[in-house]
């Protein structure tokens, strides 16, 4: 198992007990070392097959809630992927980390709970506005509290069952979510969002076929939705349908110019397609449109390394984390282009400048070492030692 270490949209130290695939959470954005199995094709996307088959994307917002603006994941999503060979790279589900998750579940319920005994009876005008108030604060559990209670003073607030598929969406519940948006699409059947916001789920969920029907539905409806052609460009992706993919992101940036989260993905989708030269090019402008985001810095780094420019690559890795961590992650993507003797002394240097970071960096260390041709007498082919460039 190979590690590259990942921080959160939210710029928090990487958490270095969490690996890909482990929980729902890391889907969304948190910070945490994904295991690398796919070099050739480059990052893929996580926060959704969300699976371990792609990398790490940025999806259309910048931090780890979406509000009202539909994306692919509750903040940075990525579609899962490493490198290597695919018998290196194993799921292992963080038991802390899941325990984490539904422990602070477990809160958002007592605190929604305490929120339902301590409500006043309002009119449903005066529990969509605190239910906006609250939304824009990011307390979604209690955004949802208060659009529940206007909708039961007054089904036939739409506007407040979209809001509240949103806010469901945004805690990652999408049956409760896609419970609303199917209802409003019953009483608004040519509503973009409704579409978008379904189109969305299923895409979450890996019904593809289905989120694409959605997703082009929406797209009919609003043909300027930057963020439905960004969801719809994330589909293709996942389909291994980087062309269309390609062509979906520059449609949603003619609507959306410099947005930087389609940019990463379009950066993503030009690296899977095996065109890094654009993928850098696209990186670079999303950089230069003012996201600083670690997955980001990630994603450029492991293309300049494509482009064996690995000056800049290690540059590039230290914007994303600290200096040993740049070093384990350039090891990484030296190992994806055969450079083991190099990744070698990577891998050491980054154990060399942080002992305690010995763990991660040691077994990345011994299957680099083991990458390195033997000759018939099991020794190296070659005396020279590698090094970190």
Avoid at 17 to 43: K, N, V
Avoid at 342 to 355: D, G, N, Q, T, Y
Avoid at 368 to 375: D, K
């Amino acid at each position: 198992m190979i590690y590259v270490i990942m921080e959160a949209e939210t710029h928090e130290p990487a958490k270095e007990d969490q690996l890909s695939g482990a929980t729902a959470d890391s889907c969304w954005g948190t910070g945490f070392c994904l295991t690398i199995e796919q070099h050739r094709g480059m990052l893929a996307v996580n926060d959704r097959s969300i699976t371990q088959e792609g990398l790490e994307v940025m999806t259309c917002t910048q931090s780890r809630k979406l509000f009202f603006a539909v994306g692919l994941a509750v903040g940075a999503c990525a579609l899962t992927a490493c490198w290597g060979a695919k018998d290196q790279a194993t799921s292992s589900f963080d038991m802390a980390e899941y325990r984490k998750m539904m422990e602070e579940q477990r809160k958002q319920q007592e605190r929604l709970a305490e929120a339902t005994v301590a409500t006043p009876e309002l009119s449903a005008e005066e529990h969509e506005r605190k239910g906006d108030f609250d939304a824009q604060a990011r307390n979604y559990p209690l955004a949802s509290l208060h659009y529940d209670k206007a909708l039961k003073a007054d089904p036939t607030r739409n506007s407040v069952r979209l809001k509240l598929g949103q806010t469901f969406l945004q805690q990652g519940l999408l049956d409760q979510a896609l419970t609303q948006f199917q209802d409003l699409r019953l009483r608004e059947p040519e509503s973009a969002p409704v579409h978008e916001g379904i189109g969305q789920i299923y895409l979450m969920q890996g019904k593809l076929a289905e989120a694409e029907k959605a997703l082009t539905k929406a797209i009919t409806l609003t043909p300027s939705s930057w963020q439905s052609h960004n969801l719809l460009g994330l589909l293709y992706d996942q389909e291994k349908r980087h062309t269309d993919a390609i062509a979906s992101y520059h449609t949603a940036l003619t609507y959306r110019p410099r947005e930087p989260s389609v940019l990463n993905n379009l950066g993503l989708a030009y690296a899977l397609s095996g065109n890094y030269d654009s993928a850098i090019d696209a990186y670079e402008q999303a950089v230069a449109a003012g996201s600083h985001s670690p997955k980001l810095y990630n994603n450029l780094g492991i293309a300049y390394v494509q482009r064996r420019r690995y000056v800049d690559a290690f540059n590039t890795f230290k914007k994303a984390t600290d200096e040993p961590r740049a070093y384990n992650n350039l090891g990484v993507a030296l190992l994806g282009v055969s450079s083991a003797k190099e990744a070698v002394a990577c891998f050491e240097k980054a154990i060399e400048l942080s002992p305690q970071y010995y763990e991660k960096a040691s077994e990345n260390l011994r299957i680099a070492r083991q990458s390195i041709p033997t000759a018939a007498n099991g020794t190296a082919t070659s005396s020279d030692a590698g090094s970190c460039p």
